[in-house]
C-alpha cells in the first residue's frame, strides 16, 4: 500500500479566501483519502484589493506580486503547520491565484511563485498545474475531473459552485468537464456594492425581482451554447456581463443573476442522464441558488459535510500534487480537450 500525506493550497477567483487541506492518501487497489486538518484564512483587505486588482498590474509589477504572493502563501503555510502541529508531509501542492485565463491564445497565469513556498516551508513543492495543458491545446480547466474520478467516483456528477461553476461526469465511458457560468465571482461583486461581501444565504436576491430582459440577454450568450470542452476567465465576465448590468438596481441584479446561474446548472443536469450530483463550494451555502436549481431538475442534490463543501478542491490539488510527484497522469484530456492524457506542474 501508498501513503502519501500532502497539503493543498487552493484560492479561488471568488477571493474570500486561501483554502488550506492537509489529507492522507493511501492507494491500494484504488485510492482514498482523509482529511486529517483543513481551514479557509480569509486574505486582508490588502491581499483581496491586491489579487483583485492584479489584472492591471505593469509586467514588472506582475512580476514583483508573483514573487510576494508565493512568500505570502508559503508563510500562511508555516503557519497553518505549526498550528496543528504537522509532522510527515510529503509535498505541498500550490494552485496559485489567476490572474489572466485564456488558453485560445495559449496562456493562462496563476501567481504565487512555487519556488517562495518552498523556500519558507523547506518542503517540495508542486504548482503551475494548468499551463502545460494549455500549451497542448488544452482549455487548462477543468482540472478537478482526475479526482472526481478517483476520489468520488460513487456519484453520477460532480459539480462546484465557485467563482465560477464547473460540472463533471462520465458520458460514453469517458469523464468529461466543463466550466458552466459565473457564480460568486458575480455575486459577491453585486453583493459588495450593497455592503457585504457576499449574499448570506440569497437572501438578498429573494429580495429582488427578476428582469427578464437581461435574463433572456445573459440566456443567449454564445458560450452557453458552445460544445465542451470550455472555460471561463474574469476577461470573459469584463467582456460579456458587466456590461449588461447598466442603469439596473443591485438588488434586481442579484435576484436576476441567481436565476440565470439556476437555469444554466439546471439545463446541465437534465440534459445527461445524472441520477445525482454532488455540491460543492461556497455557491453551495447559497439556500436561495440550491432551491432555484432543485426546483428546476428532477437529479438528487447531494450536499456534503463541510470540510467537502468548502476544500473539495483544496483537497484534488493536493492529490494532484501526489500523482505528479509519481509521475502519474493528473490531467484528463477529456475533461480539459488537450492533445492526451499527461501529468502536470512543476515540481521543486
Known sequence: MMTFQAIGLMSGTSLDGLDICFVEFKKQNNWTFRILNAETVPYPLFWEEKLRTAIHLSSEELLELNSEYGFYLGKITSDFIQKYHLKNIDLIASHGHTVFHQPQKKFTLQIGDGR??????????????????????????????IGDELLFSEYDACLNLGGFSNISLRVNQQRIAFDIAPVNIILNYLAKDLNKNFDENGDLARKGKVIDELLRQLNSLDFYNRNHPKSLGIEWCNQYI??????????????????????????????????????????????YLIEKIKSKTTAEVIIPEKDIIDHKEALIFAFMGVLRFNNEINVMASATGSLKDHSSGIIV
Open 116 to 145: 517562495a513556498i518552498k523556500i519558507e516551508t523547506g518542503l517540495p513543492v508542486i504548482y503551475d498545474f494548468r499551463t502545460q495543458d494549455v500549451l497542448m491545446g488544452g482549455n487548462g480547466a477543468p482540472l478537478v475531473p
Open 242 to 287: 458587466f456590461p449588461t448590468f447598466n442603469g439596473i438596481e443591485t438588488i434586481d441584479l442579484l435576484a436576476t443573476f441567481t436565476e440565470h446561474i439556476a437555469l444554466q446548472i439546471s439545463n446541465i443536469l437534465n440534459q445527461y442522464p445524472i441520477k445525482n450530483v454532488l455540491f460543492t463550494g461556497g455557491g453551495t451555502y447559497n439556500t
